[in-house]
């Protein structure tokens, strides 16, 4: 079930794609904590990926989609593996932008391929991105229903390959959701989001054919890290706010 919007008349509700679109220019800068952790957990969770990739003996060259791709983040983590082409996908044509501008040497020599996707308004992902060797989504699901989003990773991915995913846990989206201010407004913006339960991911995934290795990581702000995330962290000290893990496509 989506969040149900807060009756502050400061917040301005959008579409995922309007928002991420007036997000894009200041994503990287404005201090989004919950993205800051992510980055440190994809130092782990990506070669265990890619650990569990060579040993699969899927044929090379690899195709690696970023689901969700934002500003490209990860895209550039995936662009660094040899022998692999790599797809970022996204709602967002703005956050698509920063990312091509970002990653502009490896879209004019072919490795990257960036294309708008929206999960819930298209029956599949592009034909550019099947089918998938791995999937990389990090803090997307947010934005989609389970069922609908792993349907499509299902679509998206080879028999026997995997899926790396993280997302906002749902003890922090039982208190609030991704969102930003725009700096030219004042206004808090917010685009659609469901607070998913780990025991709902996990359900979903299963019914549309993938099976979790291992278990769900989550993690919860200590006040040790607030250095390392930032300012904006602190008021969640004692809060679960992300979880994360890998899928297998079943053969």
Known sequence: MAIPPSTDTSIRYLSTAQAYDLWADVYDTDGNFLQALDSIEIKT???????????????????????????????????????????????????LEIARQRLEQSTLH??????????????????????????????VLEHVPADTFFRHVAQILNPGGF????????????????????????????????????????????ENGLELLGRLEERMVEESMVPLLGNRSRKWVGVAVWFGGIFHKRR
């Open 45 to 95: 969770l990506m070669p265990r990926m890619l650990t569990l990739l060579e040993m699969s003996q899927l044929p090379r060259p690899w195709r690696l989609v970023d689901l969700g791709c934002g500003t490209g983040r990860n895209t550039a983590a995936l662009l660094d593996i040899d022998n692999a082409s790599v797809i970022g996908l996204d709602v967002s044509s703005g956050m």
């Open 110 to 139: 072919g490795k990257l391929h960036l294309q708008v996707f929206d999960m819930l308004q298209q029956a599949e992902a592009p034909e550019s991105a099947k089918p998938a060797d791995a999937v990389v989504s990090t803090l």
């Open 163 to 206: 899926l790396l995913l993280t997302n906002m846990h749902p003890e922090m989206g039982g208190l609030s959701q991704a969102g930003f201010t725009d700096p030219k407004t004042g206004k808090k913006i917010r685009p659609t989001s469901y607070a998913h339960t780990l025991t709902e991911v996990q359900a979903a995934a299963t």
